[in-house]
């Protein structure tokens, strides 16, 4: 009977403190600036496009009718990418640490609900034996040797009227939250450096390799014109002006080439290997596909998709809840204790109705005099708090900056392509008849000597123009967050 009452007691009290209230503020996450677009002024429906046979060339639309796709990487239709990215899934470090970093916010919330919301029961166990000295006591009898078994279970129990407990918990899940957005914005970060890395080494590739070829080109004039001096036809000056322009080109492949191998070491740590084993496919610039139609998500929707600015609002979801906890410390507490067991100098009568001990009680414990720190730990939460929220509005702003910058970019990088490809067609064409003129003798050398360096500028300014339509695009569906939260559900993400 009287245990039925102290759980009684308990079960009313529980009850009590569950639907009491939770002081402080109810967190609602800002809402996303009043603006339908991000630049201002519009941008074209349709990049303009060279039709010269090459992806890099075609045109590509913004629209909103079409979702990122989560997979947005596979639309370069490029195994080679393909395969990296889900090697770099599979092994990169830094998207294990964020893994592993969320299970642990998850395992500590939940270790905090067991601590804060359910009462602690424990039991312990004794077995002694004792001897005490009369004098203890104030008495001159015989000391006395005696045996001592006890086994009682302990339980406690705050009360969370105030909801002090809920807030802390209210604060742990959000940092679960947070964590969880770290990983969505390590994914994407992942991903996104992967592509454009590869990118990066398909277009130092295609330089290096133009630039080989126009050695070999050069060496060729070098050649007829080392005969035509021999022949008396032009003076040693040209043999030298050619001897320098060849020089000079050979002297860029170097830093191409030492570009490359950091590339290519990037690629390695970013999928995880050791970049003196890695052995990376080659990716050809030109059998890349530009995505074609280029989703643009609305602003309203974009606070939704991108895992820095949820990040961002979990941390001020977490400081709003410190701001309840701060609260809440400020007003009573009240705590629930009850015990129940046996005690006996004999084992065999431990479990004995005479032997049974037991007690229950309540506690209240109210600031009264603290120097003011509980108040200026509130004052404190609810600054940090402020602070939270204007961190938020300015990841805003920097992601809406992010996807303006990227939409501008790939505008302008398709009407940057359409010329410098007319100026390397024009280039290539005005050096290969001035090479073939020069051989017949209709023009002399320095003619020569300036069609080989437009040649090679104009060349090597296409080469970079085609790869930064390629890498603007990865920009703008980074900007955009990604896709992650599209074809499936969160868990479904292979990390």
Request: proline share 3%; hydrophobic share 40%.
């Amino acid at each position: 009977m009287r245990c039925k009452k102290i759980g009684q007691a308990i079960l009313y009290l529980s009850t009590l403190g569950l639907i009491a209230c939770s002081v402080g503020p109810d967190y609602q996450q800002p809402a996303a600036p009043n603006t339908n677009q991000y630049t201002n002024r519009a941008l074209p429906k349709n990049t303009m496009a060279t039709p010269n046979g090459k992806s890099a060339g075609q045109a590509q639309t913004f629209t909103t009718a079409e979702q990122i796709s989560q997979n947005w990487w596979y639309l370069f239709h490029s195994k080679e990418i393909n395969e990296l990215v889900c090697e770099g899934l599979k092994n990169n470090y830094t998207l294990a640490s964020a893994k592993a970093t969320l299970e642990q916010a998850q395992a500590t919330l939940n270790a905090e609900f067991g601590t804060l919301m359910l009462p602690a029961i424990n039991f312990g166990a004794n077995a002694s034996r004792n001897r005490n000295s009369a004098i203890q006591f104030g008495g001159n009898t015989v000391n006395r040797i005696f045996d001592l078994y006890s086994a009682t279970g302990e339980l406690t129990y705050t009360i969370d009227l105030w909801g002090k407990n809920r807030r802390t918990l209210e604060a742990y899940a959000a940092q679960v939250d947070y964590e969880l957005y770290e990983l969505n914005g390590a994914y994407l970060s992942l991903t996104s450096n992967i592509v454009s890395t590869a990118i990066n080494i398909a277009s130092l590739e295609s330089q290096i390799k133009t630039t080989q070829n126009l050695i070999i080109d050069q060496q060729k004039i070098l050649t007829i014109t080392k005969q035509q001096y021999k022949a008396g036809g032009i003076p040693y000056q040209n043999v030298l002006l050619q001897q320098t322009q060849l020089a000079q080109t050979q002297a860029t492949l170097p830093p191409l080439q030492g570009a490359l191998a950091q590339q290519n070491h990037a690629l390695s740590v970013l999928v995880g290997k050791p970049s003196s084993e890695q052995q990376l496919p080659v990716i050809n610039l030109d059998k890349l596909t530009l995505p074609k139609n280029l989703p643009v998500t609305l602003p309203s929707s974009l606070v939704e998709q991108r895992p820095d600015i949820q990040a961002a609002s979990a941390l001020a979801h977490a400081a709003s809840a410190e701001v309840g906890v701060a609260i809440a410390n400020l007003l009573p507490n009240f705590t629930l204790t009850a015990d129940y067991g046996y005690v006996s100098q004999m084992a065999n009568t431990l479990f004995t109705k005479n032997n049974n001990v037991w007690s229950y009680g309540a506690g209240l414990t109210q600031p009264i005099f603290n120097g003011g720190a509980l108040i200026y730990a509130e004052i404190a939460a609810r600054d940090a708090f402020k602070i939270a929220i204007a961190n938020y509005q300015e990841v805003v702003l920097y992601a809406f900056q992010n996807v303006a910058d990227a939409l501008t970019n790939i505008s302008i990088d398709a009407v940057t392509y359409n010329r410098d490809y007319q100026a390397a067609n024009s280039a290539k064409k005005t050096f290969e008849v001035t090479s073939q003129q020069f051989k017949l003798g209709g023009v002399d050398y320095l003619s020569v000597l300036d069609s080989q360096q437009q040649y090679l500028e104009t060349q090597l300014q296409l080469i970079k123009a085609q790869a930064t339509r390629y890498s603007d695009t990865v920009a703008l569906y980074q900007a955009l967050g990604g896709g992650w939260w599209n074809n499936g559900e969160q868990a479904n993400v292979q990390y």
